[in-house]
């Protein structure tokens, strides 16, 4: 805006304050724009707040809403160092004796030592080794030795192949510029023992390839080895998932002659902790609800809207399993309107009838969890109520916002206005003032003037 730079050099005017003046009226409708626009940002701020609390209540639904999400199990081992146990949600319950025998292992086949100059092949065009893994004999890979190679030049060549049907090859250096050639299968198990074979002038005496693993030539003592309730088992790998359903197995260490027990229990601690929580988002929910409607979203009706949604899920009783209440599994609505609680009513729920526990929570269209997380899916989805009120109250800041630029251009002119008028003012009374002194002068100085 223009600056108020002087008083009137004619009039004495005080031109700087009664254009400052004039001003602040003028300014008071962009004053009530910019109050209008502090109250919608404040609104829009409180929206953050309240998504913020309902993402919160989906999160807490969310661990509720699905039956297996509820079916928590613990795996435990008396020894973990031999077994441990990794349950999943479809667990089988119960305690069963595991005796390690041997792990599985991974075949590998070492070469005999030679210097690290020493070369193969190289004496016909179809010089080459052939490792095959397993039975198929489509999972071989050959190393071209038409030109004659060293160990490491082979190494080289059978881990950068694409088509390595799962062998690893690795160097060991020894003393004496000495080394030898080491192959491993990637998995474990007599499924992927190694085979070797040679063709054109190279033979496998040349390498001398011996098997590293204990197993006395027999590739069949690669798999694991365990008996579950004394009922033997072999399995190509130490993590095992299909022999007790639901339970995967970790062979940590064999030890033959002992049996180890290990348990699948419901994780019931679990399941309470998501409970509560379900109980605290809800009250998390309410309270802000309480706070928003007190403060910035005073009679917004999305609040109401809301927290008749909820009351109505939560007044409409799940159908299916055998509770259908939430009061039946410990939880209540108190006079204050927050929810609680009662541990020991929702433990004995969950021993009497687990499942349903589960169902009351979380069956499919029924579940109090489940009905929850939908409602909360649809204020928080985009183009859902939060983010269409959201919206709503930026579209309208936006309309304020143009307003106070056009209104600011409009003072500028005022100002510019007054200003000029102003000072004109000024000019036209100081000229009026020197007229006034000169006919004063003329008039005194007239015959007579002077005489009393």
Do not use: C
């Not at 030592?113 to 010089?127: H, I, K, M």
């Not at 009374?429 to 009393?452: D, I, K, M, S």
Request: proline share 2%; hydrophobic share 40%.
């Amino acid at each position: 805006m223009p600056t108020i730079s002087a008083t009137g050099v004619g009039s004495g005017l005080d031109i700087r304050s009664i254009v400052s003046q004039l001003m602040e009226i003028e300014r008071q409708p962009l004053e009530r724009l910019q109050r209008k626009q502090s109250l919608l940002e404040a609104q829009i701020s409180a929206y953050g707040q309240l998504s913020s609390t309902l993402s919160n209540f989906q999160t807490a639904m969310e661990k509720l809403s699905s039956v297996s999400a509820l079916k928590v199990f613990n795996g435990t081992s008396s020894n973990a160092d031999v077994v441990n146990v990794t349950p999943s949600s479809d667990a089988d319950l119960g305690s069963f004796g595991i005796e390690v025998v041997r792990l599985a292992e991974n075949h590998k086949m070492a070469s005999k030592e030679v210097l690290d100059s020493d070369t193969f092949g190289g004496r016909r065009r179809n010089d080459a080794l052939n490792i095959q893994v397993g039975s198929d004999a489509a999972n071989t890979i050959s190393v071209d030795l038409s030109t004659a190679k060293t160990l490491s030049e082979i190494r080289t060549a059978i881990n950068e192949d694409p088509n390595n049907p799962g062998v690893t090859a690795t160097i060991i250096n020894g003393d004496n510029n000495r080394q030898k050639l080491v192959l491993t299968a990637d998995d474990s198990g007599a499924d992927n023992a190694l085979s070797l074979s040679t063709s054109g002038r190279v033979r496998l005496s040349d390498f001398d390839f011996q098997t590293v693993n204990d197993i006395g030539g027999d590739t069949s003592l690669l798999d694991a080895e365990l008996n579950v309730d004394g009922y033997s088992i072999t399995r190509p790998s130490n993590n095992i998932s299909d022999v007790i359903s639901g339970v995967t197995l970790n062979l940590v260490s064999a030890d033959p002659g002992n049996t180890h027990n290990v348990s699948i229990e419901r994780d019931l601690a679990a399941v309470q902790e998501a409970v509560q929580a379900f109980a605290d988002a809800f009250n998390e929910l309410r309270a802000s609800i309480k706070t928003l409607r007190s403060g910035e979203l005073e009679a917004d009706s999305s609040l109401l809207s809301i927290e008749r949604q909820v009351l109505s899920v939560l007044n409409n009783p799940a159908v299916g399993g055998s509770y259908g209440v939430l009061f039946e599994v410990g939880l209540s609505i108190q006079k204050d309107g927050m929810m609680s609680l009662n541990n020991s009513k929702l433990e004995a729920a969950m021993q009497a009838d687990f499942d349903g526990v589960a169902q009351l929570f979380a069956a499919e269209g029924q579940g109090f969890a489940n009905r929850l997380e939908t409602l909360a899916d649809s204020w928080l989805t985009s183009g859902g109520l939060i983010e269409s009120r959201q919206d709503g109250l930026k579209a309208r800041v936006d309309d304020l916002l143009d307003r106070q630029i056009a209104f600011e251009r409009n003072l500028e002119i005022v100002e510019s206005r007054y200003l000029a008028q102003f000072t004109a003012l000024d000019a036209l009374v100081g000229q009026l003032q020197g007229t006034g002194q000169f006919l004063t002068n003329q008039l005194a100085q007239l015959p007579g003037a002077n005489q009393g």
